[in-house]
C-alpha cells in the first residue's frame, strides 16, 4: 500500500518497541505488546519510534543518547546540556498530549557509549521532563550531570538548515536487519526543504530513519565539530526491518532547534525565582551595561553545581531596546568561561561604572570563609562590561585584617563626585562595651584601573543598629555625588505601631555627613519589615527620590495586596501611593525590584523581577514588568519579559 503525503501525519512514531525476544530472552511476558505492534504495522497506522539503516558511528558522537521508557519503549536523543537531553515529546506522549514533571513510566538514559555492549559511558535516571510549549521536543532531566570526559554535549545549530544541505543523522534505532541493535549508526540525508518549525529530510538506500530513532539528532560539521540542527519527529520508514518496503520512501520529518538556545538555557539551567530549596537563586541589578543611555537589567544567577561538584553562577543580560523587546544573553558563565568553582551564595553583587567607559560593570563582594586562625576572609571582583556581554571576573582587592562578609551590605555609588562608581560597605561593628550597637560606612574608591583599600567614611556615634537598616544609594540633593539613605526599623510602639524613619547621609565628596532625619511615620503604622525601598529620579528634576515597595498583606479572600510608594526631593516629601495591586493579587514575596531610566526618557522607572514559581511542566517561571514613569506617577505595569516565552 503507497502512502501518501496527506496521510503522513498518520505515522507519526511515537516509540519503538523493543521486540521481547531480542531484548530478553528470558522474559516471555512481553508477547503483547509484539502482537500490538504487529496489529499496528498491519493496519498503517502509527508505528511507535525509528532507527537509521546506516553506517556504524564513531566514538565523536557520544553525545547521542539511548532512551528506554519502560521496559519495551525506547528512542534517541541528544545532550544538550550536563545534566539534559533533547528529544521528541512525542516519546512520553500520553493521549497525544506531551507528559510533564516526572516521567509516568521508569526511564533509562544512556550517554557516551556507542556500543551498548560496552560499559562505558553514564547510565542515568530521568527525573525531569520539560516539554517546549508549541514543538515535538522535551528536554529530559538526568539523575546526575555528566561529566565532561564522558560526553560533552553537542552544539546548538544558530542558523537553519538550507534546501540541498546534507546532514548526518544518528540513533539507536532498527536497522535494515536488526530489531534493536546495540550500536549507534547514522545515515547522510539530503534537506528537501525548511518551514517555520520543521526541516523535511530525504534519505536514500543505505539511510532510512527506522523505529527507536525518534527523537535523534540531525547533525551538520562546522570545522569539525558537529551542530545540532533539529530532533526527527516522523518518518514512513521505508526499508526498515519489519516496516514497508524500501521502494516506499525514505523521507523523515525533523524539529527544527535553531534558534531555541534561549528555550533550552533557561530551561536547563534557570531558576529564575527560587531554586528547589525556596533560597533566593538570583541578585538583581541595574545599569546602563551597553553604554547605550538607556538602562538595562542584569541577574546573578545560581545553577545545580557541575557533576565535579564545581559550584555553577552566570550573569545575565536583559538589554533594554527601542521596541521594548527585551532579550537575555548570558554575559558570563562561571563554567563555560572556565572561571572555575563560583559559588552564588558567598556572592553579594552591584551595579556601577566602575572603569568610567560610559558602561556600567558588576562588581561581586565574595566570601571566603575563616583561616585555620578564625580570621574572616573576603574578596571584591570586578566583571567589566564589554557592550555585549561581561570579561571574566579580575580580584581588585583581599581583605588584610579580618573582614565578615556576614556583616557587610556592599552597595555602588559615585561618592566623590569624579565620574568614576565606587563600592560603599555599610558594616555590622557589633556592639561596644557599652552594649550600643556600632555601624560603620566603609568606601572603597576606584580610580579607574582598581579600587583603594577600604576607607571608614562614617560611624555611628549613638547606638545604630545594623540588623534594623534597610540602605539605599542615590543622589538625593542633586550634587552629582551619591549620598546613602536609610529606612530604619524602630519597632512598635506599647499600641502595636510599627514605626519607620527615614535618614539621609549626605556625602561631602571626602566623607560623609552626620545622618539627617528626613521623614518619620508617626502614628502611622509602618511595617519595615514590609518594605523594599529603592531610588531613582522618578520626577525627572535630577534629584534621586526614594521608592518602597510595600507589603499590604491579603484580603479577606487571598488576595495579596502591594502598593509603590515615592517620596520626592532633598527634604522628602511624605510617602504617595503611586499604584496599588488592588483586585489583582500581586505578591510582595514574589517581588525583586531595581529602577533606571529603561526608556531614556531621562525619568527612572521600576523593574520588578516577579517570582511565579515552579509550573506544572516542573519548570521555573518568572517575568520582568515595568512600571514606567510619567513624572507626577506611574503607568500600570506591564510584561517586558516572560521566561515561558522566550522561544520564537
Same mark, same amino acid.
Given at each position: 500500500?503507497?502512502?501518501?503525503?496527506?496521510?503522513?501525519?498518520?505515522?507519526?512514531?511515537?516509540?519503538?518497541?523493543?521486540?521481547?525476544?531480542?531484548?530478553?530472552?528470558?522474559?516471555?511476558?512481553?508477547?503483547?505488546?509484539?502482537?500490538?505492534?504487529?496489529?499496528?504495522?498491519?493496519?498503517?497506522?502509527?508505528?511507535?519510534?525509528?532507527?537509521?539503516?546506516?553506517?556504524?558511528?564513531?566514538?565523536?558522537?557520544?553525545?547521542?543518547?539511548?532512551?528506554?521508557?519502560?521496559?519495551?519503549?525506547?528512542?534517541?536523543?541528544?545532550?544538550?546540556?550536563?545534566?539534559?537531553?533533547?528529544?521528541?515529546?512525542?516519546?512520553?506522549?500520553?493521549?497525544?498530549?506531551?507528559?510533564?514533571?516526572?516521567?509516568?513510566?521508569?526511564?533509562?538514559?544512556?550517554?557516551?557509549?556507542?556500543?551498548?555492549?560496552?560499559?562505558?559511558?553514564?547510565?542515568?535516571?530521568?527525573?525531569?521532563?520539560?516539554?517546549?510549549?508549541?514543538?515535538?521536543?522535551?528536554?529530559?532531566?538526568?539523575?546526575?550531570?555528566?561529566?565532561?570526559?564522558?560526553?560533552?554535549?553537542?552544539?546548538?545549530?544558530?542558523?537553519?538548515?538550507?534546501?540541498?544541505?546534507?546532514?548526518?543523522?544518528?540513533?539507536?534505532?532498527?536497522?535494515?536487519?536488526?530489531?534493536?541493535?546495540?550500536?549507534?549508526?547514522?545515515?547522510?540525508?539530503?534537506?528537501?526543504?525548511?518551514?517555520?518549525?520543521?526541516?523535511?529530510?530525504?534519505?536514500?538506500?543505505?539511510?532510512?530513519?527506522?523505529?527507536?530513532?525518534?527523537?535523534?539528532?540531525?547533525?551538520?560539521?562546522?570545522?569539525?565539530?558537529?551542530?545540532?540542527?533539529?530532533?526527527?519527529?516522523?518518518?514512513?520508514?521505508?526499508?526498515?526491518?519489519?516496516?514497508?518496503?524500501?521502494?516506499?520512501?525514505?523521507?523523515?520529518?525533523?524539529?527544527?532547534?535553531?534558534?531555541?538556545?534561549?528555550?533550552?538555557?533557561?530551561?536547563?539551567?534557570?531558576?529564575?525565582?527560587?531554586?528547589?530549596?525556596?533560597?533566593?537563586?538570583?541578585?538583581?541589578?541595574?545599569?546602563?551595561?551597553?553604554?547605550?543611555?538607556?538602562?538595562?537589567?542584569?541577574?546573578?544567577?545560581?545553577?545545580?553545581?557541575?557533576?565535579?561538584?564545581?559550584?555553577?553562577?552566570?550573569?545575565?543580560?536583559?538589554?533594554?531596546?527601542?521596541?521594548?523587546?527585551?532579550?537575555?544573553?548570558?554575559?558570563?558563565?562561571?563554567?563555560?568561561?572556565? *572561571?572555575? $568553582?563560583? +559559588? %552564588?551564595? #558567598? /556572592?553579594?553583587?552591584? &551595579? @556601577?561604572?566602575?572603569?568610567?567607559? =560610559? !558602561?556600567?560593570?558588576?562588581?561581586?563582594?565574595?566570601?571566603?570563609?575563616?583561616?585555620?586562625?578564625?580570621?574572616?576572609?573576603?574578596?571584591?571582583?570586578?566583571?567589566?562590561?564589554?557592550?555585549?556581554?561581561?570579561?571574566?571576573?579580575?580580584?581588585?582587592?583581599?581583605? *588584610?585584617? $579580618?573582614? +565578615? %562578609?556576614? #556583616? /557587610?551590605?556592599?552597595? &555602588? @555609588?559615585?561618592?566623590?563626585?569624579? =565620574? !568614576?562608581?565606587?563600592?560603599?560597605?555599610?558594616?555590622?561593628?557589633?556592639?561596644?562595651?557599652?552594649?550600643?550597637?556600632?555601624?560603620?560606612?566603609?568606601?572603597?574608591?576606584?580610580?579607574?584601573?582598581?579600587?583603594?583599600?577600604?576607607?571608614?567614611?562614617?560611624?555611628? *556615634?549613638? $547606638?545604630? +543598629? %545594623?540588623? #534594623? /537598616?534597610?540602605?539605599?544609594? @542615590?543622589?538625593?540633593?542633586?550634587? =552629582? !555625588?551619591?549620598?546613602?539613605?536609610?529606612?530604619?526599623?524602630?519597632?512598635?510602639?506599647?499600641?502595636?505601631?510599627?514605626?519607620?524613619?527615614?535618614?539621609?547621609?549626605?556625602?561631602?565628596?571626602?566623607?560623609?555627613?552626620?545622618?539627617?532625619?528626613?521623614?518619620?511615620?508617626?502614628?502611622?503604622?509602618?511595617?519595615?519589615?514590609?518594605?523594599?525601598?529603592?531610588?531613582?529620579?522618578?520626577?525627572?528634576?535630577?534629584?534621586?527620590?526614594?521608592?518602597?515597595?510595600?507589603?499590604?498583606?491579603?484580603?479577606?479572600?487571598?488576595?495579596?495586596?502591594?502598593?509603590?510608594?515615592?517620596?520626592?526631593?532633598?527634604?522628602?516629601?511624605?510617602?504617595?501611593?503611586?499604584?496599588?495591586?488592588?483586585?489583582?493579587?500581586?505578591?510582595?514575596?514574589?517581588?525583586?525590584?531595581?529602577?533606571?531610566?529603561?526608556?531614556?526618557?531621562?525619568?527612572?522607572?521600576?523593574?520588578?523581577?516577579?517570582?511565579?514559581?515552579?509550573?506544572?511542566?516542573?519548570?521555573?517561571?518568572?517575568?520582568?514588568?515595568?512600571?514606567?514613569?510619567?513624572?507626577?506617577?506611574?503607568?500600570?505595569?506591564?510584561?517586558?519579559?516572560?521566561?515561558?516565552?522566550?522561544?520564537?
Amino acid at each position: 500500500m503507497r502512502v501518501e503525503p496527506s496521510h503522513m501525519a498518520r505515522i507519526r512514531l511515537f516509540a519503538h518497541k523493543e521486540h521481547p525476544m531480542t531484548r530478553n530472552r528470558s522474559r516471555l511476558t512481553f508477547g503483547a505488546g509484539a502482537g500490538v505492534l504487529a496489529a499496528l504495522m498491519t493496519a498503517g497506522a502509527a508505528v511507535p519510534a525509528m532507527a537509521l539503516n546506516g553506517t556504524d558511528a564513531s566514538s565523536t558522537m557520544k553525545f547521542v543518547a539511548k532512551i528506554n521508557v519502560g521496559d519495551q519503549t525506547a528512542c534517541s536523543g541528544a545532550l544538550v546540556a550536563p545534566q539534559w537531553v533533547l528529544t521528541a515529546a512525542t516519546c512520553f506522549s500520553t493521549d497525544g498530549k506531551p507528559a510533564i514533571g516526572k516521567p509516568k513510566t521508569a526511564t533509562t538514559v544512556t550517554v557516551g557509549r556507542t556500543d551498548l555492549t560496552q560499559t562505558g559511558g553514564s547510565v542515568q535516571q530521568a527525573v525531569d521532563l520539560v516539554p517546549h510549549p508549541d514543538r515535538d521536543l522535551v528536554l529530559v532531566r538526568l539523575a546526575a550531570a555528566i561529566p565532561d570526559a564522558t560526553a560533552k554535549p553537542v552544539k546548538l545549530a544558530t542558523t537553519p538548515a538550507s534546501a540541498g544541505e546534507e546532514l548526518t543523522k544518528a540513533g539507536f534505532g532498527r536497522t535494515k536487519t536488526e530489531w534493536v541493535p546495540n550500536k549507534l549508526h547514522t545515515g547522510t540525508f539530503t534537506v528537501t526543504s525548511t518551514t517555520a518549525t520543521d526541516v523535511n529530510l530525504n534519505g536514500s538506500d543505505t539511510a532510512t530513519v527506522c523505529q527507536g530513532d525518534a527523537g535523534g539528532p540531525a547533525l551538520r560539521t562546522v570545522d569539525g565539530i558537529p551542530e545540532l540542527v533539529a530532533v526527527n519527529a516522523r518518518s514512513w520508514q521505508g526499508g526498515c526491518l519489519g516496516s514497508a518496503p524500501l521502494e516506499i520512501r525514505r523521507n523523515a520529518i525533523e524539529t527544527r532547534v535553531d534558534g531555541l538556545a534561549p528555550w533550552i538555557a533557561m530551561a536547563t539551567g534557570a531558576r529564575w525565582g527560587q531554586d528547589k530549596e525556596n533560597a533566593a537563586a538570583s541578585q538583581e541589578l541595574s545599569g546602563d551595561f551597553d553604554g547605550d543611555g538607556k538602562t538595562d537589567t542584569a541577574v546573578l544567577h545560581k545553577y545545580d553545581p557541575t557533576s565535579t561538584g564545581a559550584k555553577h553562577t552566570a550573569l545575565w543580560k536583559f538589554t533594554s531596546t527601542a521596541d521594548l523587546s527585551y532579550h537575555p544573553v548570558r554575559g558570563w558563565d562561571s563554567v563555560a568561561s572556565g *572561571t572555575g $568553582s563560583w +559559588d %552564588w551564595d #558567598r /556572592s553579594k553583587a552591584v &551595579a @556601577g561604572d566602575f572603569n568610567g567607559d =560610559g !558602561k556600567a560593570d558588576v562588581a561581586v563582594l565574595y566570601d571566603y570563609g575563616q583561616t585555620a586562625e578564625g580570621v574572616n576572609q573576603a574578596k571584591l571582583w570586578t566583571f567589566l562590561s564589554n557592550g555585549t556581554g561581561f570579561d571574566k571576573p579580575v580580584l581588585k582587592w583581599s581583605s *588584610t585584617g $579580618s573582614w +565578615d %562578609w556576614n #556583616r /557587610s551590605e556592599p552597595m &555602588a @555609588g559615585d561618592f566623590n563626585g569624579d =565620574g !568614576k562608581t565606587d563600592v560603599g560597605v555599610f558594616y555590622n561593628n557589633g556592639t561596644d562595651a557599652n552594649n550600643r550597637s556600632i555601624t560603620t560606612l566603609w568606601t572603597f574608591t576606584s580610580n579607574g584601573a582598581s579600587f583603594g583599600a577600604p576607607v571608614a567614611k562614617w560611624t555611628s *556615634t549613638s $547606638s545604630w +543598629d %545594623w540588623n #534594623r /537598616s534597610l540602605p539605599v544609594p @542615590g543622589d538625593y540633593n542633586g550634587d =552629582g !555625588k551619591t549620598d546613602i539613605a536609610v529606612l530604619y526599623n524602630y519597632g512598635a510602639t506599647a499600641e502595636g505601631i510599627n514605626q519607620v524613619r527615614l535618614w539621609t547621609l549626605s556625602s561631602n565628596g571626602a566623607g560623609f555627613n552626620a545622618p539627617v532625619e528626613q521623614w518619620y511615620s508617626g502614628s502611622t503604622s509602618w511595617n519595615w519589615t514590609r518594605s523594599k525601598p529603592f531610588a531613582g529620579d522618578y520626577n525627572g528634576d535630577n534629584k534621586d527620590d526614594i521608592g518602597i515597595l510595600y507589603n499590604n498583606g491579603t484580603t479577606i479572600e487571598g488576595v495579596n495586596q502591594t502598593k509603590l510608594w515615592t517620596s520626592n526631593g532633598d527634604s522628602f516629601d511624605a510617602p504617595v501611593t503611586k499604584w496599588e495591586s488592588g483586585a489583582t493579587s500581586w505578591d510582595w514575596n514574589r517581588s525583586k525590584p531595581v529602577t533606571g531610566d529603561f526608556n531614556g526618557d531621562g525619568k527612572d522607572d521600576i523593574h520588578v523581577l516577579y517570582d511565579y514559581g515552579q509550573q506544572a511542566d516542573q519548570s521555573y517561571r518568572a517575568a520582568w514588568w515595568r512600571f514606567t514613569s510619567t513624572g507626577p506617577g506611574f503607568n500600570n505595569p506591564y510584561r517586558v519579559w516572560d521566561s515561558i516565552y522566550v522561544a520564537p
